[in-house]
């Protein structure tokens, strides 16, 4: 059977980029799909899927840094950051985002269709067919579409609720640790605040209606954080 090609996203808000890129990218074999700003490209990310996606840090709508943010709640995809931004403190921003790689423009079409395949020959065998949707008896969490179901009854978040939630799926089974759980949900100054999270996580609860004291999905490990019960357990 001949193997499905990679699927690219490519997000960025110039045409002749994006023009550039197609051309060259199916040169390549790749399908490509193109976005021209960070909402439109998670939407196309979300229905489409893509085995990498390349984005542009300067987009019309919101920073890359937050696009790849948002991205990286719901999706482990490889990404590769471009940017005419080529300092040094840029490229670690955009790596501790999330991102797995950093071009800066002009950038060699060669280099970076080496650094594409790099990416792709470490990720995965071949393009990736799981769907961002976690389940576990009768909660089911679609990651993609940030949408959180129980009993097939849709159950209204917050921002705040469904990051967290999304924070736990995307580790379950694995304790995430409560400086991990501030951090990521309301900042490094924050670290030590773990009184939020204790309001945060029984509003959680009582929405998914999730009994603290005889946990059907969220475990507390006293002390240390929280953990989505997966389905081995």
Same mark, same amino acid.
Request: overall charge neutral; charged content about 25%; hydrophobic content about 45%.
């Given at each position: 059977?001949?193997? *499905?090609p990679? #699927?690219?996203?490519?997000?960025?808000?110039?045409?002749?980029?994006?023009?550039?890129?197609?051309?060259?990218?199916?040169a390549?074999?790749?399908?490509?799909?193109?976005?021209?700003?960070?909402?439109?490209?998670l939407?196309?990310?979300?229905?489409? /899927?893509?085995?990498?996606?390349?984005?542009?840090? /300067?987009?019309?709508?919101?920073?890359?840094?937050?696009?790849? #943010?948002?991205? $990286?709640?719901?999706?482990?995809?490889p990404?590769i950051?471009?940017?005419?931004r080529s300092?040094?403190?840029?490229?670690?921003?955009?790596?501790d985002?999330?991102?797995?790689?950093y071009?800066?423009?002009?950038? /060699?079409?060669?280099?970076?269709?080496?650094?594409?395949?790099?990416?792709?020959?470490?990720?995965?065998?071949?393009?990736e067919?799981?769907?961002?949707?976690?389940?576990?008896?009768? *909660?089911?969490?679609?990651?993609?579409?940030?949408?959180?179901?129980?009993? &097939?009854? *849709?159950?209204a978040?917050? $921002?705040?609720?469904?990051?967290? *939630?999304?924070?736990?799926?995307?580790?379950?089974?694995?304790v995430?640790?409560?400086?991990?759980?501030? $951090?990521?949900?309301?900042?490094?100054?924050?670290?030590?605040?773990?009184?939020?999270?204790?309001?945060?996580?029984?509003?959680l #609860?009582?929405?998914?209606?999730?009994?603290?004291?005889?946990?059907?999905?969220?475990?507390?490990?006293? &002390?240390?954080?929280l953990?989505?019960?997966?389905?081995?357990?």
């Open positions: 059977m001949t193997p *499905l990679f #699927r690219i996203l490519v997000i960025d808000d110039e045409p002749q980029i994006r023009k550039f890129l197609e051309i060259s990218l199916r390549q074999g790749y399908v490509v799909h193109q976005a021209e700003n960070g909402e439109a490209g939407a196309a990310l979300a229905t489409q /899927g893509a085995d990498l996606v390349i984005l542009d840090l /300067g987009l019309p709508d919101r920073d890359g840094h937050s696009v790849l #943010r948002e991205l $990286r709640q719901w999706s482990a995809v990404v950051m471009l940017t005419v300092g040094e403190a840029e490229k670690v921003a955009a790596l985002a999330g991102a797995n790689d071009v800066s423009k002009p950038f /060699g079409v060669q280099e970076l269709m080496a650094r594409i395949r790099a990416l792709l020959r470490a990720s995965a065998t071949g393009p067919q799981d769907s961002p949707v976690y389940t576990l008896d009768a *909660l089911r969490i679609d990651l993609a579409r940030r949408e959180v179901f129980v009993d &097939g009854q *849709l159950v978040l917050t $921002r705040k609720e469904f990051a967290m *939630l999304a924070m736990l799926a995307r580790n379950a089974g694995r995430v640790t409560q400086p991990q759980l501030l $951090r990521e949900l309301w900042g490094p100054t924050h670290e030590e605040d773990t009184h939020y999270l204790r309001i945060l996580v029984a509003k #609860r009582q929405k998914l209606g999730d009994d603290a004291a005889a946990p059907r999905w969220i475990v507390t490990e006293p &002390g240390v954080g953990k989505l019960r997966d389905n081995s357990v």
